[in-house]
Each structure stands twice: as C-alpha cells, then as structure tokens.
C-alpha cells in the first residue's frame, strides 16, 4: 500500500545549526506534501508545505524540497532554536480520492543550547 | 479564534464500555478527518468525511464508527472499545478543495482502555 518513509527518527542538533529530514513517498498520485510539527501535549501544526508544480519552497529559516522524479521530498531548518524542539511529521496527499494523506512516523528533533 | 476542539482529553475506560469522542470546529470547514497516532507508526486515518453526511473510510476503520449530521461536529465512537484502541487520537478539519489544503487538528484525546 501507499507509505511515506521519513528518517530519521531522532534528531540532535546544536544550537544555531541546520537540521535536515527526508521523507520518502510511494503514491506517485501524490501531489500535496505538507510538513507539521507538534510540540508536547498539542495537535500536530501546519508549518510549511509544497505542491507538487513547486521545486522548493522557503519561508524564513525553513524550506522544503521536492524531487517528483525520485519521490523525495525534505525539510530544511536553519539557524536552529531550542524553540525548534518538536516532532516533525512529513505528510503526502493527493487531491482526488478524499482527500487521503499518509503520514510519516515523524522525527524527534532536538536543538541543545 | 478557529479551532478545532475535543472532548474529552484524557480519558481512561474500560473494554467493552461504549465511548463517543466529540470534535467540533468553527471554521465552517467541509472537511473532518479522525487520526489516531501510535509511537512508532505517525499519525494514521480511521474516518474521514467530505460534508454532512458524506463519511469514508480510512486505513484504521475497524472498531470504530462516525457520523456527520452537522457541518461542525463530526463525533468518533467506539461501540465496544478494545485495549489495541489505547491511543492518542486526533481530529482535523479542512476546507477540503483543491489549493486549500491545509488541515487543522484538534489538541488530542489520549484514550486508555484497560
């Protein structure tokens, strides 16, 4: 069936450097992907996403990347914060068939000040 | 403010013992989705439903149930709760068309059944 692959599954960065997660998709109907982060004891939040006639997309110190051809797509923080510290999940959903979006298992990043 | 909202937060039952988890959102969104997460495994499906009266389906279904009488609420039930649906669950909601992806969840219900 359908899955998205997302790695890794811990992350521990320093304060003030980039941190990277990959995910992976096998929907090639997927044309959505949006990345949330949740912090403890709250709902998942929408931080940044990218469809699929997008290469990449930025937004202050984050951006993400897609590689359609290679179902690759990644989240990159810059100039990290301890506020950074969250699960960030990576997600792929196609616009047809309600709506249906596949999650990533999600990556436990921590940023050490 | 939007939001979405559950109810109740925590909760600790018994199997067996029927339960409804209630979600409610105020942004007049067509949209509602139910997710239950699980270390390990992210945040997968049970329900989904594209407007009142129009429920689907998702990858977890089993041993639950929705339904979508109203725009707003979309309540999750579990006819005879099992300790394998001990669980952190979510609800969602979204505008629903094309270009206007963007689900918002609910703060969580994390479900204990003993």
């Known amino acids: 069936g359908e899955n998205v692959e997302q790695h890794p599954s811990t992350l521990s960065v320093q304060e003030g450097d980039s941190a990277v997660i990959k995910c992976t998709y096998s929907?090639?109907?997927?044309?959505?992907f949006p990345w949330y982060k949740q912090e403890l004891g709250k709902g998942p939040q929408l931080i940044i996403d990218?469809?699929?006639?997008?290469g990449e997309k930025k937004d202050q110190r984050i951006a993400v990347t897609l590689n359609k051809t290679a179902k690759h797509f990644s989240l990159h923080i810059t100039e990290t914060q301890p506020e950074d510290s969250a699960v960030y999940f990576c997600a792929a959903r196609r616009n047809t068939g309600g709506f249906k979006t596949i999650f990533g298992a999600g990556t436990r990043l921590f940023v050490k000040a | 403010e939007a939001q979405v909202t559950q109810n109740p937060r925590y909760l600790i039952t018994v199997t067996g013992k029927k339960l409804t988890v209630t979600c409610s959102q105020n942004?007049?969104?067509?949209?509602m989705s139910w997710y239950r997460q699980d270390p390990g495994l992210g945040l997968r499906q049970i329900y989904y439903?594209?407007?009142?009266?129009?429920?689907d389906k998702g990858d977890v279904p089993e041993g639950y149930k929705v339904s979508r009488k109203e725009k707003r609420n979309f309540p999750l039930i579990l006819e005879s709760p099992s300790p394998n649906q001990t669980s952190l669950y979510f609800c969602?909601?979204?505008?629903?068309?094309?270009?206007?992806?963007?689900?918002?969840f609910g703060p969580g219900t994390r479900l204990t059944v003993l």
């Open positions: 942004m007049n969104h067509e949209y």
């Open positions: 439903s594209m407007n009142v009266e129009v429920t």
């Open positions: 990218i469809r699929s006639n997008v």
């Open positions: 929907d090639s109907a997927s044309n959505y």
């Open positions: 969602a909601s979204s505008l629903g068309r094309i270009g206007t992806d963007t689900q918002y």
